[in-house]
């Protein structure tokens, strides 16, 4: 998926976590999937979405 994007120009992050998996939307608390929501908030910030 990120190559897809970066070939179309797609902004793309990627963040690899040491446990978790897939489906967890917005991280489960004690966990490294908690971080997920201040990951989106910075790119949305970098790409001025948000203030």
């Known amino acids: 998926m990120q190559r ?3 070939r179309v120009g ?7 976590l040491a ?3 897939h489906g967890f939307g917005m991280g489960r ?3 490294p999937t ?3 929501p201040t ?5 949305l910030r970098d790409r001025q ?3």
Request: charged fraction near 20%; include cysteine; glycine fraction near 12%.
């Open 29 to 31: 608390p004690g966990t």
């Open 19 to 21: 446990s978790g998996g």
């Open 34 to 36: 908690a971080e997920w």
């Open 10 to 16: 797609v902004p793309v992050e990627r963040h690899t």
């Open 39 to 43: 990951f989106y908030e910075a790119w």
């Open 4 to 6: 897809a994007c970066e």
């Open 49 to 51: 979405m948000i203030a």
